[in-house]
């Protein structure tokens, strides 16, 4: 592998992606846990602040940051500080809808246009869901959702805990399915396009991996297997959020930075920024930059191949 500023090239199909003139901006800045962005109809980008259980959107054009929602993801007063409370990951829904994993609140909820909230998944077999932290939609309108317990302060210890496992669910039709309950962290999760293959980082420190499954006609996940396995490295970060570009190359937060795969597991190369980066989206009408929240700031990088958004 060769290393520059912040490139780290393990092969050279890296420089297609990565152009020479690519730079890192630090776009905004002050936060307490950046999350969850997301480019919206409106054409400015969404992003979570965990601690801060804010809504933040950045408008491209001005370069200002204004609140989008506060609360976020916790309507208590009980929280202790710093805690893990806010919303996480963000998506939109068909209809550009943003759709919200709410932490403190254990419940995945939709914004509506006029500004009102609907709970769409809070409670599984009657137990309250931990703390849903990153999600996606499938073609057929089917949501598809990770529930670690970071929304927790003792996360698995925690009495207010009532899941005995950390699944990934499925909602359809108003209904939830458990779909798979064998990882501690589930984190970031995506399909590939046709939507036969599905991935999910696990963000466990003993365990830091990135799971691959097939995706049955049915919609459930079967075959699971590590797709990579990170567990030795010892940089800063873990497997967390994941995006696809439209060659269906994986961008992958991770240990030391972003992570860059094809398919077939062989990795490209890493990105390095200056804070560890938690999770990315494509924003821009071409879809070919990469925003990244990064612990305290929002960044950004220009690349060559547009990504895949909602």
């Not at 630090?26 to 804010?54: H, Q, V």
Request: a negative charge; hydrophobic letters at 35%.
């Amino acid at each position: 592998m060769s290393t520059t500023d912040f490139l780290t090239v393990a092969d050279p199909a890296f420089h297609r992606i990565v152009p020479a003139s690519a730079c890192i901006e630090k776009l905004a800045t002050g936060f307490a846990f950046t999350e969850g962005p997301i480019w919206t109809r409106d054409g400015d980008l969404a992003f979570s602040d965990i601690p801060n259980n804010s809504i933040f959107r950045w408008n491209p054009d001005t370069g200002a940051v204004s609140l989008l929602r506060k609360p976020s993801g916790y309507d208590g007063h009980d929280a202790p500080l710093g805690a893990f409370i806010g919303s996480n990951g963000l998506t939109l829904d068909a209809v550009g809808r943003l759709v919200i994993c709410e932490h403190g609140n254990g419940r995945v909820t939709r914004l509506e246009q006029d500004g009102s909230l609907t709970v769409l998944a809070s409670r599984f077999e009657g137990k309250r869901l931990n703390s849903p932290n990153d999600l996606v939609y499938h073609s057929s309108g089917d949501l598809y959702f990770t529930d670690p317990p970071y929304g927790f302060v003792k996360q698995d210890q925690d009495p207010r805990k009532e899941l005995s496992f950390n699944g990934i669910f499925r909602l359809r039709h108003g209904a939830l399915d458990l779909l798979y309950a064998d990882l501690m962290r589930p984190n970031g999760l995506l399909f590939t396009p046709g939507e036969k293959t599905f991935f999910v980082a696990n963000s466990d420190p003993a365990r830091k991996i990135w799971m691959r499954f097939d995706v049955t006609t049915e919609g459930t996940l079967s075959n699971g297997s590590v797709f990579a396995d990170v567990t030795g490295e010892t940089a800063g970060g873990l497997p967390d959020g994941m995006k696809l570009d439209q060659e269906g190359t994986l961008y992958c937060t991770g240990p030391g930075g972003i992570w860059v795969f094809l398919p077939d597991r062989k990795l490209l190369g890493k990105i390095h920024f200056p804070e560890i980066p938690a999770n990315l989206h494509w924003g821009d009408a071409d879809a070919q930059t990469l925003y990244v929240t990064a612990r305290t700031s929002l960044y950004r990088i220009r690349l060559n191949i547009p990504g895949i958004r909602p």
